[in-house]
């Protein structure tokens, strides 16, 4: 359980310490107030990013020098301390109970998720924001997949770097061979999670929009073809571009409702609650095999929904067992979650309301 959150010089936040409730709690703010910075400053801690696509240099405060951001987790068994500070220059510091500690054990420490009014974008644009999102539940629900991703990771670079360079086809093969190896384990994993996956999200998804959904993965390279052989014929395309143009890093998940496409011919507000959908399924997953919560946050849900669309979503959101933190303009837009604390902010101040 996510315990607390301290958050120094991060956006309009000078200071904020918050003990958070371990079912739901309710932050409550007119617009640019600082609800968004408190939510942004935890998954920038959990995920080492902004889910706004900022810099770090856009993330200090003005006139500060560096933000500092520290959690503290506990279970039934132990209380971890993680914690992150960096500066305009982007140099920064993580630490795990004050040890140095890489960011995927961040992610490992704080499984954060976030559901904000741009959740749409997660449809709408490239195949980068999904695969990051699948790669995140893999992640939570296989542990051994993060050594796969990163020998994966290592292979493309190496051979991409070897395609700029205009390194000779013998050069080339050494890193094609590693790239072939590394890249069965990596579509072996995420194709197994996405079969865990899809009956959650088809219950879900019918919740949300009256029918079930469909998922599909989509690997990165034709499926008639071994990753070698496609990766042979599309040679041309490598030198021209001097990249690697099939393969696990150019996987995707393509979402149908109907006969539509999620992408193409559905409503904003469709969209919204497809997106929405996958990431809950996601959530309820990794609630099934793993004891610790995830740490679910809704960014002022009723932004771009009706009534009606808005009482399903948090109808969901209720039933997954998840640790809740939710922004609004004003708490009856909560309706159907109990909050167990709940704190006004104004100017980037927060303060507990009683």
């Known amino acids: 359980m996510l315990e607390a959150i301290t958050v120094d010089n991060f956006r309009c936040i000078t200071a904020a310490n918050l ?3 371990e079912r739901a709690t309710g932050i409550i703010g007119a617009n640019a107030s600082g609800k968004t910075s408190l939510l942004e400053a935890i998954y920038c801690l959990a995920h080492g990013r902004s889910f706004r696509g900022a810099v770090r240099a856009d ?3 003005r006139g500060a020098k560096s933000t500092r951001i520290v959690a503290t987790l ?5 209380t971890v301390v ?4 960096f500066d305009a220059s982007g140099s920064s510091e993580t630490r795990l109970n004050a040890q140095s500690a890489p960011a995927w054990q961040f992610a490992q420490a704080i499984p954060t998720q ?3 009014p741009s959740v749409h974008r997660l449809l709408e644009e490239g195949s980068l924001r999904r695969r990051r999102l699948m790669d995140w539940g893999v992640f939570h629900v296989k542990p051994l997949f993060i050594n796969e991703w990163r020998r994966y990771q290592r292979a493309l670079a190496q051979r991409n770097a070897a395609l700029k360079a205009g390194a000779s086809a013998a050069n080339l093969g050494a890193w094609t061979e590693a790239l072939v190896t590394h890249s069965h384990a990596v579509h072996a994993s995420r194709s197994q999670y996405i079969e865990q996956l899809i009956p959650s999200f088809r219950l ?3 919740d949300l929009l009256g029918e079930p959904a469909e998922l599909f993965y989509r690997r990165g ?6 990753l070698l052989e496609a990766v042979n014929q599309s040679r041309g395309r490598e030198l021209r571009q001097k990249t690697t143009v099939v393969g696990p890093h150019r996987a995707d998940l393509d979402i149908r409702w109907g006969d539509a496409s999620a992408r193409q011919r559905v409503s904003r507000g469709q969209q919204k609650l497809l997106a929405a959908a996958l990431i809950l399924a996601q959530v309820e997953l990794r609630s099934r095999t793993s004891a610790s919560p995830v740490c679910l946050m809704l960014d002022d849900p009723a932004a771009e929904l009706d009534v009606d669309n808005l009482g399903k979503l948090l109808k969901a959101v209720a039933g997954i067992p998840a640790q809740l933190i939710l922004t609004s303009l ?3 837009r909560f309706n159907g979650i109990q909050l167990g604390r709940t704190f006004h902010v104004e100017q980037g101040r927060f303060r507990q309301v009683i």
């Open 19 to 21: 003990a958070l409730d």
């Open 114 to 116: 976030i559901i904000d």
């Open 82 to 85: 993680a914690g992150v500070e």
């Open 330 to 332: 004003e708490e009856v």
């Open 74 to 78: 506990s279970d039934s068994q132990r």
């Open 221 to 226: 390279w034709n499926d008639g073809l071994q």
């Open 59 to 61: 993330l200090v405060r």
């Open 204 to 206: 879900v998804s019918a």
